[in-house]
């Protein structure tokens, strides 16, 4: 009997080896977050309260081949509070830099975007939904699973210069009551300098999408340029981003809009110091929305934000947040009443 425990023992030691030999690598990292949020609408109605919680947890895989490529692919276990589980494709890794995404690979044109300071925490005003003026610097830059994207190493052609491309194609879904994404490619380019004591970044990404709806591609698409720079000195970061386009909204299965001529300036400041940051942000976007595919719009929706945040380094991983938000909404150039100031305060925990 006691033989057989050991031969059993050993045999499980070995399988066990051999299971961590061939295993790929595997790390872990996630956030929660907890906090309180007033909103205040225009519409001079009491304020509300309302807890604030999000969390999430995902898992990065990775190894390295024989010839010294490396295969990356991650997925998320939860991400309660936001928009679902999110997973990626595969990512080659080649010896000389370069990355080469493929399955779900993105639009080179949002991969070049340049980070604007603004508020911190959950602060949030969520205008009509009828207002389709889009308010991110990527908002062209759509892509199907079906597509891969190019990283080039650093310093390609020139110190401090990367470059992406991307390009996806038609992933057979019909466009029944929602339009769909029938084809896309971008470009995008990011370049780190140095002037004195500041260190400058400065990003700019094209984008083209062609959209077919129930099967008929439409006259036009959505496109768009972006470009914007960053400027940090000591603990002091100015950024500004500014983007141009075309873009179609299918987020409704019964009502597809073409937002055309669609424009976004962002500015933000923040300023590090020891464990606390400040951060302050203005964006404005404006665009002119039709409800027929491939018809330009005439009647502009506009979104002004504003946005301020207090952080405070808490303890390792440990965030206290503070924020404030103020938007003014319009449609077809009149106000409504969907804008309001908005306040959070909270605590974020990432490992």
């Given at each position: 009997?006691?033989?057989?425990l ?16 061939e ?46 490529v490396?295969?990356a692919?991650s ?14 494709g ?41 207002n ?16 891969i ?9 020139a ?10 194609v ?52 959505s ?6 720079f960053?400027?940090v000195?000591?603990?002091?970061t ?11 909204d ?15 300036t ?30 330009a ?22 965030t206290?947040n ?17 804008g309001?100031?908005s306040w959070?305060?909270g ?5």
């Amino acid at each position: 009997m006691k033989k057989e425990l050991l031969i059993a023992s050993a045999l499980v030691s070995t399988m066990g080896v051999a299971s961590v030999a061939e295993a790929v690598t595997a790390t872990t990292s996630g956030s929660h977050h907890t906090g309180l949020r007033g909103t205040a609408l225009d519409t001079n109605a009491d304020e509300s309260l309302a807890q604030v919680t999000a969390s999430s947890f995902s898992v990065s895989l990775s190894e390295t081949t024989d010839g010294g490529v490396g295969i990356a692919s991650s997925f998320m276990l939860a991400n309660e509070g936001t928009t679902g589980l999110q997973t990626a494709g595969l990512t080659l890794t080649f010896t000389d830099g370069s990355k080469l995404d493929v399955i779900k690979a993105g639009n080179a044109a949002a991969t070049h975007d340049v980070s604007v300071p603004g508020g911190a925490g959950e602060a949030s005003i969520t205008v009509t939904t009828t207002n389709r003026a889009q308010t991110g610097l990527d908002f062209f830059g759509e892509a199907t699973a079906v597509g891969i994207e190019w990283h080039s190493a650093a310093d390609f052609m020139a110190d401090g210069l990367k470059i992406s491309a991307s390009a996806s194609v038609d992933d057979g879904v019909a466009a029944d009551g929602s339009a769909e994404l029938e084809s896309s490619w971008g470009v995008g380019a990011t370049y780190v300098t140095s002037a004195g004591d500041t260190a400058v970044t400065v990003g700019a990404g094209l984008a083209d999408s062609d959209w077919k709806d129930s099967g008929t591609a439409p006259s036009s698409g959505s496109n768009g340029y972006h470009i914007g720079f960053s400027a940090v000195t000591g603990n002091l970061t100015v950024a500004a981003g500014y983007a141009s386009g075309d873009d179609v909204d299918n987020s409704s299965t019964t009502n597809n809009v073409e937002v055309s001529d669609n424009t976004v300036t962002k500015v933000g400041v923040k300023y590090v110091s020891g464990d606390v940051t400040l951060s302050v942000g203005y964006s404005a976007a404006e665009g002119s929305d039709s409800t027929t595919m491939g018809t330009a719009g005439s009647a502009a929706d506009a979104v002004d934000t504003t946005d301020a945040g207090i952080s405070y380094a808490v303890a390792s991983g440990v965030t206290a947040n503070l924020g404030w938000k103020n938007v003014d909404s319009s449609q077809g150039g009149s106000a409504e009443t969907s804008g309001g100031t908005s306040w959070y305060i909270g605590a974020n925990m990432a490992f």
